[in-house]
């Protein structure tokens, strides 16, 4: 089975503080995805990456970095925490492109106070 | 532009009830694949099916079945006879070569199935 996880279920930060959020996957899978999850909002894509080292940014990174130094592991910064950023963090990864199913972490729910 | 729509926000039916959650689309692309993931209160979203833009043949896959008709730019998903087990939110979301084969996700519809 393709396992991803997320370093947090829950996370709570003050205003100003740099957060960091893990995603590992262990099915060597090419693309990884972190997507925000907001009400009525669906998911949207803040950044993924397709190899190790390369990232591209998706329809919302203002405020986002990430970093992916092994091919199992995608980080999302957050490098200055804002009440804004309060939100359900999902990952996720893929083996190819276009037709091929990506595989969910169970999400990190983040609030900024 | 490419987009998807999930007019119906929350739906709520009986046990045994048959429900239809409604998604279209739109893209400029003749090349798509479209998805359906469902989310159950864990959190985590679990592919549920994909359909490529040539493949209009509907499926059924026990008491779910989809029906795609590019007529109407609709990829819809029928719960046959629901259970409180299929509550959840339900994601429909395209994938076109024009944005990079890159994942768009409608806003979701949350079903809630009651005993």
């Known amino acids: 089975d393709v396992k991803v996880t997320q370093s947090s279920r829950y996370l709570v930060k003050r205003t100003g503080e740099k957060v960091f959020l893990e995603c590992v996957q262990d099915?060597?899978?090419?693309?990884m995805f972190w997507y925000r999850q907001d009400p009525g909002l669906g998911l949207r894509l803040i950044y993924f990456?397709?190899?190790?080292?390369?990232?591209e940014k998706g329809d919302i990174p203002e405020g986002y970095s990430v970093s992916r130094e092994k091919k199992e592991r995608f980080s999302l910064i957050l490098e200055s925490a804002s009440t804004n950023q309060t939100s359900m963090y999902l990952c996720?990864?893929?083996?190819?492109?276009?037709?091929?199913?990506?595989?969910f972490g169970p999400g990190t729910r983040l609030t900024v106070l | 532009a490419q987009k998807v729509t999930q007019a119906q926000t929350e739906i709520s039916v009986v046990e045994k009830e048959d429900v239809t959650l409604d998604c279209v689309y739109e893209?400029?692309?003749?090349?798509?694949?479209l998805f359906w993931y469902k989310q159950p209160p864990s959190g985590e979203l679990v592919f549920l099916i994909r359909?490529?833009?040539?493949?209009?043949q509907n499926e059924i896959s026990g008491r779910y079945s989809w029906n795609f008709q590019k007529s109407t730019s609709s990829f819809n998903f029928t719960i046959t006879a629901s259970q409180v087990v299929d509550s959840a939110v339900y994601f429909c979301?395209?994938?076109?070569?024009?944005?990079?084969?890159?994942?768009?996700f409608g806003a979701g519809t949350i079903l809630r199935v009651k005993s």
């Open positions: 996720a990864s893929s083996l190819g492109w276009g037709r091929d199913e990506q595989f």
């Open positions: 099915m060597d899978h090419e693309n």
């Open positions: 990456s397709y190899d190790v080292k390369m990232k």
């Open positions: 893209t400029r692309d003749t090349t798509y694949y």
């Open positions: 359909r490529n833009s040539f493949d209009e």
């Open positions: 979301a395209l994938s076109v070569l024009e944005y990079g084969n890159k994942l768009v």
